[in-house]
C-alpha cells in the first residue's frame, strides 16, 4: 500500500542587521527541511503561506515551487532551503502546506505546522 508523506521542520532566525525596528521593520528567516517519509518518490509543486504579524495583520503567499525549485523526492530523501520574510512586528507567526504529486499521479498536501518567528529573549 502506497504511503504519501512529507515531514517538515523550521528553523528561525531574526536578521537583526536586515531590520530596522524604529520603521517597525523585523526580517526574520526561516530554514526548512523536507524529507519524504513516504513509500513512493513525489514532487514538491507549489506552496501556500498564511504569515501573521503581532497586530494580526495577515499577508497570504502562493506560489510555484520553494526558492525556484520544485524537488522530486524519493522516499527517505530530504531537501532543505532558506527563505524569509519581514513584519512590521517583533513577534509574528508562520503556517501553511505544500501542494505535492507521487509519481503515480496522487495528489497530497502537506501541512506545515505553525511556528513562530520572534526576536531572541523577547519570549518569556
Same mark, same amino acid.
Given at each position: 500500500?502506497?504511503?504519501?508523506?512529507?515531514?517538515?521542520?523550521?528553523?528561525?532566525?531574526?536578521?537583526?542587521?536586515?531590520?530596522?525596528?524604529?520603521?517597525?521593520?523585523?526580517?526574520?528567516?526561516?530554514?526548512?527541511?523536507?524529507?519524504?517519509?513516504?513509500?513512493?518518490?513525489?514532487?514538491?509543486?507549489?506552496?501556500?503561506?498564511?504569515?501573521?504579524?503581532?497586530?494580526?495583520?495577515? #499577508?497570504?503567499?502562493? !506560489?510555484?515551487? *520553494?526558492?525556484?525549485?520544485?524537488?522530486?523526492?524519493?522516499? &527517505?530523501? %530530504? =531537501? @532543505?532551503?532558506?527563505?524569509?520574510?519581514?513584519? #512590521?512586528?517583533?513577534? !509574528?507567526?508562520? *503556517?501553511?502546506?505544500?501542494?505535492?504529486?507521487?509519481?503515480? &499521479?496522487? %495528489? =497530497? @498536501?502537506?501541512?506545515?505546522?505553525?511556528?513562530?518567528?520572534?526576536?531572541?529573549?523577547?519570549?518569556?
Amino acid at each position: 500500500m502506497a504511503q504519501y508523506a512529507f515531514d517538515v521542520s523550521v528553523r528561525t532566525q531574526f536578521l537583526p542587521e536586515q531590520s530596522d525596528p524604529e520603521r517597525t521593520n523585523f526580517v526574520f528567516t526561516y530554514s526548512i527541511t523536507i524529507r519524504n517519509t513516504g513509500t513512493v518518490a513525489a514532487q514538491l509543486i507549489s506552496r501556500h503561506w498564511v504569515i501573521t504579524d503581532a497586530n494580526n495583520h495577515k #499577508q497570504e503567499v502562493r !506560489g510555484l515551487g *520553494v526558492v525556484g525549485h520544485q524537488p522530486l523526492l524519493q522516499p &527517505g530523501e %530530504q =531537501f @532543505e532551503y532558506t527563505s524569509g520574510t519581514a513584519l #512590521q512586528t517583533p513577534q !509574528g507567526s508562520m *503556517v501553511g502546506e505544500y501542494f505535492c504529486v507521487a509519481e503515480d &499521479g496522487h %495528489q =497530497f @498536501e502537506v501541512k506545515i505546522p505553525e511556528f513562530v518567528l520572534t526576536l531572541p529573549h523577547s519570549l518569556h
